[in-house]
């Protein structure tokens, strides 16, 4: 947006700005842009920009020139049925890939050359790459876009996704986890990195955790009562904290996935639920009457509410660290993986 760039916010949150086809920007977001540069940013401009600026890196690339080339020969097609299908064909899917290609090929040194890394590497074109860094914890996204071969304008000129086979090189050698499943990728170390070769569903996504240092296990503060008689609903909580670690019990201050299981003294399951830890601290705040409605733990015979936190078991995992279906069950203190 043109008062991100006015504003500043553009220099705080990003380390480059691709411009196409612009034919006029205003006197105040040009200055922006300029300082940009000047401040360490890198402004990439294709070759149907009118608006020059300063500083900025020009690639000998219209990216919408063959297209347009190709429209207006379609259009001159005489006849109405083969017009059509000219038509469609220009505006499947696939079309706009190939037409992509030469830009990203453009666009990639020159990315490069002002320190901007891909995500990671695919032997697979058409997987996409996303990233989101949170902390210690680096999440990298590879979704599979890839449609049926030839330019079927099948899906309204999307195509139909089919299945990929990619192979996935990441930069470094830091721990890859499944973060939707868990447990390590299998990943193996080659010259560039590590890399593992994985299988893509129609459209499928991968999703992938990767963390400054291994994960150890999860370390839970011991749970107490609060009591706020001023609320109108659930005056009694259980509040407790806990803490992702590394394999050296040090905190891995990133957002992650936890799964909380709480259960009272007679085994009966009051939570089952998923909650994120912020920069490795989850704190949480339940009512003890649990998920279901209607149920109070103050109603179980004599037991107390106190009663039941001293007997409470906590169960939490690192959803991110190991499958879901492997249990670490401790009432307090630290839960480290088996």
């Known amino acids: 947006m043109e008062e991100d ?35 360490g940013g890198t402004v990439i401009q294709t070759a149907d ?18 297209y347009d080339q190709d429209i ?4 001159k097609i005489t006849d109405d049925k083969a017009k059509a299908a ?7 899917f696939r079309t706009r890939l190939d037409l992509a290609q030469p830009v990203a090929k453009l666009l990639k040194p020159a990315l490069m050359k002002a320190g901007i890394m891909p995500a990671f590497g695919s032997s697979v074109d058409t997987i996409a790459a996303g990233k989101q860094v949170r902390g210690e914890i680096e999440y990298d996204f590879a979704v599979n876009f890839t449609p049926e071969a030839g330019h079927s304008p099948a899906a309204n000129g999307y195509g139909v996704p089919v299945k990929a086979s ?7 050698d830091r721990p890859v986890y499944n973060a939707v499943s868990g447990g390590l990728m299998p990943m193996k170390k080659t010259a560039a990195g590590v890399s593992a070769n994985l299988e893509f569903g129609p459209s499928q996504m991968y999703a992938l955790a990767r963390t400054a240092r291994p994960i150890g296990g999860v370390q839970v503060g011991l749970p107490t009562i609060s009591r ?26 990133g957002h992650a996935p936890m799964q909380i299981k709480l259960t009272d003294p007679n085994g009966a399951v009051r939570y089952n639920l998923y909650r994120a830890t912020q920069k490795g601290i989850l704190t949480a705040s339940l009512p003890p009457g649990g998920q279901r409605p209607g149920r109070q733990v103050d109603g179980d015979g004599d037991r107390t509410v106190e009663q039941f936190v001293r007997h409470v078991d906590l ?7 190991s499958g879901r279906s492997r249990r670490r069950y401790a009432e307090r203190g630290v839960l480290w993986p088996r």
């Open 5 to 39: 760039v006015v504003d500043g916010t553009l220099a705080a949150s990003h380390k480059a700005v691709i411009l196409t086809g612009i034919t006029y920007l205003e006197e105040p977001v040009i200055a922006g842009l300029t300082a940009f540069v000047k401040g």
């Open 49 to 66: 920009c009118k608006v020059k600026i300063p500083g900025a890196v020009t690639v000998a690339i219209d990216p919408e020139g063959k």
């Open 72 to 75: 207006a020969a379609a259009q």
């Open 86 to 92: 000219a038509l469609a064909a220009l505006n499947t």
């Open 166 to 172: 990619a192979t996935i090189t990441l930069a470094d």
């Open 228 to 253: 706020d008689f001023t609320r109108e609903t659930d005056p009694l909580r259980v509040e407790f904290t806990a803490s992702l670690m590394d394999t050296g019990n040090k905190l891995l201050a």
């Open 315 to 321: 169960y939490l995992q690192a959803c991110i660290a």
